[in-house]
């Protein structure tokens, strides 16, 4: 049977310039339909935090090896680490201070306690705001990023994104800053979740993430997630 006029493949992956820049990097990729925002993750979030509390018992975030790995990251493209964090260090900070982070979407909520527990960055994005493929590369410098508040930003050209096949940037600064247009909201039904590691162990405990995430998403929302890990040698995953 061959494939129907009009239906074309969709793939989330990082360039090749991006592994090998980062040998080290690991990526574990969920992708599921059938979210809402009527689920209940009180529960879930409570357990994850607890994990997060107990990491952090006596220390603080920039001490894990998780958060020191990217800092050196972004410390080696040109980006202050103190001025920019990745998204799990701004949560694992916020969440030493405050003792609890905002709710503000189930799946995010969800998310974000995953991402305390496992001190990675998670990255949840709304796939009916993507288009055609979805790249971490390089950027150009002509992405049209929107931030939450519906500003229009351009990256610096070199800087690391989330870019889609229409040259819109669903992430800045790699791990730092999600956009505000493609961010999980009320009528989200189909994501993508991404978990991005660069320190020892980071392709084990990607893995585990991922693994943790599906079976959250199969308990909460009775959906099937699709996941995987991805490598430089099997660099892309199906979003269709």
């Known amino acids: 049977m061959g494939i129907a006029a009009g239906w074309w493949a969709m793939y989330f992956q990082h360039s090749t310039a991006m592994w090998s820049a980062h040998p080290d990097l690991a990526a574990g990729v969920v992708r599921a339909d059938g979210v809402t925002a009527t689920a209940e993750v009180g529960e879930q979030v409570a357990r994850f935090s607890a994990v997060a509390a107990e990491r952090l018992a006596g220390r603080t975030e920039s ?13 080696a493209m040109g980006l202050k680490p103190t001025q920019y964090r990745c998204a799990s260090e701004a949560l694992l900070r916020r969440f030493r201070k405050e003792g609890e982070l905002p709710r503000i979407h189930p799946l995010i909520d969800l998310c974000n306690a995953i991402s305390l527990a496992f001190a990675v ?10 288009t055609g493929d979805l790249t ?3 950027a150009a410098g002509d992405e049209i990023y929107e931030t939450f508040s519906r500003e229009v930003e351009n990256p610096e050209p070199g800087e690391v994104v989330f870019a889609d096949s229409a040259g819109r940037a669903h992430a800045r600064r790699w791990t730092n800053r999600q956009s505000g247009y493609s961010a999980v909201r009320a009528g989200t039904s189909s994501v993508l979740i991404v978990a991005e590691a660069l320190h020892a162990t980071a392709a084990t405990d990607v893995t585990k993430l991922a693994q943790t995430v599906s079976d959250e998403l199969t308990a909460i929302w009775h959906t099937t997630p699709i ?14």
């Open 63 to 75: 001490d894990l090896p998780e958060i020191q790995a990217w800092r050196r990251t972004f410390a």
């Open 121 to 130: 960055p998670v990255a949840a994005i709304d796939l009916a705001r993507v």
């Open 136 to 138: 971490v590369r390089p």
């Open 227 to 240: 996941s995987a890990t991805l490598t430089a040698t099997t660099p892309r995953f199906p979003l269709t």
